[in-house]
């Protein structure tokens, strides 16, 4: 049974830093990719960041590109992003999600997501 789990997000003001954990089980992820999404209310789920599990490659939306930083602790079997100058416009519920292959932006596309964590950035 693959098991999703996020953490880490929480109430911030702009400008502030967050790192979400996304710890994974049930499996072994090696030729996974790895990707954050975003829903904010009333909008639709959205790609932030993606990683391999095997190469550590990343990919950004342009919308975070130079802000956030997708990462991997393949001993712990986490993976982690890095969330650094924050716009009220970052705020949603972020979940981590797994594809059996190479990074993708689209949500139909990953098996596998977690329950998400929420990140509200407002002064």
């Known amino acids: 049974q693959v098991q999703l789990v996020e953490s880490g997000g929480g109430l911030v003001q702009p400008g502030d830093s967050l790192r979400l954990s996304c710890a994974a089980s049930?499996?072994?992820?090696?030729?996974?990719?790895m990707g954050w999404f975003r829903q904010a209310p009333g909008k639709e789920r959205q790609f932030v960041a993606g990683?391999?599990?095997?190469?550590?490659?990343?990919f950004y939306a342009d919308s975070v590109k130079g802000r956030f930083t997708c990462s991997r602790d393949n001993a712990k079997g986490t993976v982690y992003l890095q969330m650094n100058r924050l716009k009220p416009e970052d705020t949603a519920l972020y979940y981590c999600?797994?594809?059996?292959?190479?990074?993708?932006?689209?949500?139909?596309?990953?098996?596998?997501w977690g329950q998400g964590t929420q990140v509200t950035v407002s002064s």
């Open positions: 999600a797994a594809r059996n292959g190479i990074i993708s932006a689209r949500v139909r596309d990953y098996d596998y």
């Open positions: 049930g499996r072994t992820f090696s030729n996974y990719a």
């Open positions: 990683i391999s599990w095997s190469t550590g490659s990343t």
